[in-house]
Every structure is written in C-alpha cells, then in structure tokens.
C-alpha cells in the first residue's frame, strides 16, 4: 500500500468513528475512554509496536503518516505522562527485557492504561547519576528497594516507576548499577509530591521502604547501559527526533510566532516589516537557526527511515533544541517588554499571561533529561572523540 492510500484509509476510518463528541470529550469521561479504546483496538497508540505488544507493526513512514493524520483530524491521544510509557521505558522493554517481561507490560502501555514514571535523580545524584545510592538486595524471586528518588514528575499519577538502584556497592561506581520496575501500588512506596513557587508542579519525591521489585531489566549490574539507552529514547522524543516530531510543524513548539508579534508589540514597517531594525535581525537569525535544526532533523530522519535514529548524536539535537526554545521565549519576553511579565489578573491578555510561563518553563528544557553541559560533555567525548 502506498502511503498516500494509507492516509486516505486513515483519514475514512477517523472520519467514521471520531465524532464530534469524542474529539471534544473532557479528559476523563466516556466519550475521552471510547476514543482511548478505539485507537487501541487498532493498534494506533503504539503503532510502531509488533501487533503481539498491542501495537500495529507500521513502519517509520507509515507512523509518521498516521500522527500527521490524527493530528489534522485532533484526535485526543491517551495521557503518556510527558512520553515516559511510550517513548521511554516501552522501546527499552522492546530492547532489552524478556518474552514475558514484554507480553506483561507492553500491552498495557499500548492502550494507555497503564501510566509509568522515572526513579533516576537522585537528591545526591543528578548529572552524576552514576553515584546513585538507592539500594536493592536480592530476596528470594524478587529484590526489595530502599532509598529515595527526586524529581519523579507525575509519580503521584503513575502506577508503575522504572527505577535505576545500586546492586552492588563494591564495584566501581558504573558497574553496580541494575534497572528494575516497582508497582507503586505497595506499602513500601511513598510519594509526596514537591510544590513549586508557580503552585503547580509534576514534580515528587519518591521513597522507597523495602519496596518490592519484580522485574529486573536485562543482567544484574548492567543497569547503567540499559538506563543510558532509555535516556537516549528520551532526549530523541524531547527533541522531536522520532515519528510525532516529524509531524509537528516547526513552530509546534513555540506557540509565539516572533515575527507576529513583533509587528504587534514593536509595529509594522512598510512592506509589513519588523519596524525595529534590531529585533527584525534577531528574529531572523533565530528563525533562519530553527529552520536549519528542523532541516537536520528531517534528514537525519530520512537517512534512517527505519525509526532507529539512536545514539550519542540525540546529545546534539537535544542540546541544540533546548537553547532554541530559549532563544525563543527570550526574544518573545524582549519583544513583548513588560507586557510579557504578568502573572496573574485582568492587566494582561490570557495570550500575555501564557507567554511568562512558556518563557519560565522553556528554562527546564536544558535540565530535563540531563543538563546541557552534560550534552556537550557526551558530544565531546562520545561524538568527537575528544580525550576524558
Ligand atoms: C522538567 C524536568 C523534569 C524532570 N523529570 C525527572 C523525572 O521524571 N525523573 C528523574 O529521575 N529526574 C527528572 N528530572 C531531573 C533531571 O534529570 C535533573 O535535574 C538533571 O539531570 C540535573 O541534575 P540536578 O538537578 O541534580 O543538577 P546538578 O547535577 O546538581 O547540576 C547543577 C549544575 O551543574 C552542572 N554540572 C554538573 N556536573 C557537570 C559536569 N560534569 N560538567 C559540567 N557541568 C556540570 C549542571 O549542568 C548544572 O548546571 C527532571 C528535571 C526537569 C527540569
């Protein structure tokens, strides 16, 4: 089938079952549930997935296709916790778990029932993750968990965390390392979740008091590679490297398109141009940047049309896209001068307001998933070759 014919057979099937109501539905209700399932029963919440894990075994085109299509068509996709089920912790099962590990947790991942979390920082261990001392001891089929992780965003939510634990303290720091999985549904399982100044906030602290892990990821004490694979899943998914981000447009992202509003908040010159001289340079040159990092990330699609897209080189578009959206939101904030600083009330336009915020969050975009600098040390070494 070619992909044009796939897009129309897409395009009918969601024309005949995704009502006006279900596209609309208020998250949580019937309607939201029926559209959940609909999109499960054809494989289409993990469709890159082999059929026997819940998926629809497409292709990277096909998949590429198939987002695009429910996109223009706003189809509500089931709630993924920021892609941790998805997009992180399911293709690493893919990869390195058993038969059995598969068929008991994929399924659930792939018809957004189950919602899964990150148990990697650390309040002692951020970028050095390796020196992560939460413990786990063998005790009888499974281990038992004590230690704490922080930073867990949407743990009070979740149902399953994916946890990185020290499973032998005598080795050097990178060999004792395991990935294991804990059902959150236990005693030994606290979660409290961290307020911010903002008021809201996905973040918690997760403590663990001889919790109970059933799975170990892969061998013992290889955790490290494992949980360095998934973060590889994770800065490819936050830097729009895999199927969803080829079907965003390249201002997805950043909801304030600059030259808009500049026109608005600075005025128009003749020929509908930026009057600021200064600013129209800025712009330009943030936008001529964003072009060439969407450029680079189509190719380094195409060039690998298989999906597969992995490896140190997810340090760079990550790293790249994170200053991008920085960029961005502070050339929006300049743009828009003290209109661009409310906080709350009626003095600003609900547009104003948003824009703080998108300025404030953007600032998490080179922490999450490892720092910046952590990035430039990973493309130093692991991309270029450069000596420890
Ligand atoms: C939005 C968001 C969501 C997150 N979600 C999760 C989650 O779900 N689960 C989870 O486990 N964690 C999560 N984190 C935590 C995140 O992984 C850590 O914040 C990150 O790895 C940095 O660790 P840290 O905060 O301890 O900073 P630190 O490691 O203390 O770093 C402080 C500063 O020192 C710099 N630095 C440290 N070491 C070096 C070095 N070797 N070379 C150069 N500079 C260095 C850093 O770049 C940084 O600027 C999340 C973070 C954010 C912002």
Redesign the pocket.
Known sequence: MTIATFREEVRNWVEENFTEEIVNAAEGSDAQRQGVRLLADKGWIAPNWPVEYGGAGLGFREHIALVKELRAANVPLPHDNGGQALGMIGPTLLEFGTQEQKLRHLPGMARGEVQW?????EPGS???LASLSTKAVRDGDHYLINGQ?I???GADGADWIYVLVRTDPDAPKHNGISLVLVDMDQPGVTVKPIRLISGASPFCETFFDDAIATDLIGELNQGWTIGKRLLQHERSGISGMGASGAASSPTTRQRYRLAELAKEYLGEASGGRISDSVFRSDVIRHQLNQRSLQLTLNRTREENASGNTLGHVTSIFKAVGADQDKTHTALQMKIMGSRGIGWQGTGFTPHELGATRTWLGSH?SS?????N??QL?IIAKRVLGLPD
């Open positions: 979390c990150q148990g990697y920082s951020g970028s050095d992780k930073w867990t965003s998490a922490i999450a998933g490892g720092t600098e952590v040390n």
